[in-house]
């Protein structure tokens, strides 16, 4: 076994503070140097200052992180983490132990994200895409909200689940996208400008739920963030949990904490919405109340004033005017109706009574003397009608078959009851009517028949 070389009484040996010394300038007098690992033991003093240790498979290190360079740290550092860090060696002589005091740190596999992330935000807030002037007010009561999510998420549920507990009324029209991964972020942007042209959301939402930077970074592109710029419509950024931050949470017009957030930010529910109408109405019942107050208050005061002291006392005069003016025509009207009413009964006087009869008697024998005439008249006529008739009943009787009948001769009628004048009418065998001057007989036709049967017809 090879053993260590012995010092020389010659040879001058260290003192602990000498060697300490040594390795201290030697260790502090490194250039800045980056080293990888995984944090453990991490601490956060109240001062601000971060203690944890670096390892790996074969060693670790002591490191601490003054405040003013963790203030600059973009993420939260924890147990179990590998990062990238950067700074000098420290060595605390009192112990003899060496640390490292980080200057810089980032994540590794994200930091090139995270440069990506601070690029993209640095520019766009340069644009103006995330000032304030730009951000749209929401909707009091929307009745439809667009969600743009996976079909098959959490988040989805969680805000039906949410709008229909607060306001089941509220309808919901999902755009279904893909919320990670390749292409995820065109479909986001082609869902919110869908929803934004068909001009009948009154809000959309925009997000997913928790994951990994990378699993979230579809909503940190670009095209993303400027199709919510452009939108008409009122966005919710709804990404991740609180203590997620994207791109598209700077552009909306509000950011939620989580879906289930921006579902209660969205709408209010009834009760929420009942009270507030009833502070409301309460408020301008109070506020009505007092503008009538004061409105009585300046018509009080106003009328103290001279100039409506004259009015109302020029009003009081012409009322008192109008009043009497009034009267003066009642009078009037009164003294000239009673004048026409003497004027009619001295006129009625002046119709004398003789006067009167003499008319009547005079009415009474016109009215006799057209009453004879058409007595007369009417007998005279009467009398011509007399004569007129017994000439036509004389010139009747002469012409009537009765008048040569009692003369001796007959009527003959057949079996038709038809008066017969000629032999065709009757036919043999057939009985006849005679009509005389007093009664009828019958008669059967028997001409041109032989003897016998002329024999048997008046059997």
């Known amino acids: 076994m090879e053993r260590a070389p012995v010092a020389s009484s010659k040879e001058r040996p260290f003192s602990i503070g000498q060697l300490t010394r040594l390795v201290k300038g030697t260790l502090e007098g490194l250039p800045r140097m980056y080293v990888v690992g995984e944090i453990s033991n ?92 730009h951000k749209k007010p929401l909707p009091l009561l929307p009745t439809r909200i667009g969600v743009v999510t996976s079909p098959t998420g959490a988040a989805i549920r969680d805000i039906l689940r949410v709008l229909h507990q607060r306001f089941a009324g509220v309808q919901v029209l999902v755009f279904p996208a893909r919320v990670q991964g390749e292409g995820a972020a065109e479909e986001i942007a082609l869902g919110i400008g869908y929803l934004d042209a068909r001009g009948d959301c ?44 994207t791109i598209a949470d700077f552009c909306a017009d509000l950011r939620a904490a989580t879906p289930s957030n921006a579902a209660e930010i969205a709408i209010r529910s009834r009760l929420e919405y009942k009270q507030t109408l009833t502070v409301h109405l309460r408020n301008m019942e109070r506020g009505m109340q007092r503008l009538l107050l004061r409105l009585r208050n300046r018509i009080n005061i106003s ?24 009267h003066r025509m009642d009078r009037a009207v009164t003294r000239k109706l009673s004048r026409a009413q003497m004027r009619l009964v001295e006129a009625g006087g002046r119709i004398r009574a003789d006067r009167l009869s003499a008319r009547a008697r005079d009415l009474q024998g016109r009215l006799e003397r057209a009453q004879t005439a058409l007595e ?84």
Not at 405 to 414: I, P
Request: hydrophobic share 45%.
């Open 303 to 326: 009328e103290s004033h001279p100039i409506f002291v004259r009015v109302r006392n020029r009003l009081n005069d012409t009322a008192r005017r109008l009043h009497e003016a009034e």
């Open 202 to 245: 009154d809000l959309i939402i925009a997000g997913r739920g928790g994951g990994s930077e990378e699993d979230l970074w579809c909503f940190n592109e670009e095209i993303v963030a400027r199709a919510i710029f452009a939108a008409q419509t009122p966005i919710i950024s709804a990404v991740g949990h609180e203590v997620d931050f």
């Open 42 to 133: 991490f601490k956060r003093a109240g001062s601000g200052h971060w203690y944890f240790s670096l390892k790996d498979a074969e060693a670790q290190v002591r490191c601490n992180m003054w405040r003013s360079a963790a203030a600059r740290v973009p993420f939260q550092p924890a147990d179990g983490a590998e990062v990238l860090v950067s700074g000098s060696l420290n060595v605390y002589a009192p112990r003899g132990e060496y640390s490292l005091v980080v200057e810089s740190m980032e994540e590794l596999g994200k930091g090139r994200l995270r440069q990506a992330f601070e690029r993209l935000k640095a520019r766009l807030q340069a644009e103006g895409l995330f000032d304030a002037r």
């Open 376 to 459: 007369q008249l009417t007998a005279a006529r009467l009398e011509k009608a007399t004569a007129a008739a017994a000439t036509l009943s004389l010139r009747l009787e002469d012409l009537s078959p009765l008048k040569v009948l009692n003369r001796g001769y007959a009527a003959v009628y057949n079996s038709k009851a038809q008066l017969v004048r000629r032999p065709d009418d009757v036919s043999f065998g057939e009985v006849l009517r005679l009509r005389l001057a007093e009664g009828e007989v019958r008669a059967r036709v028997i001409d041109d028949a032989p003897p016998a049967i002329q024999e048997n017809l008046f059997d």
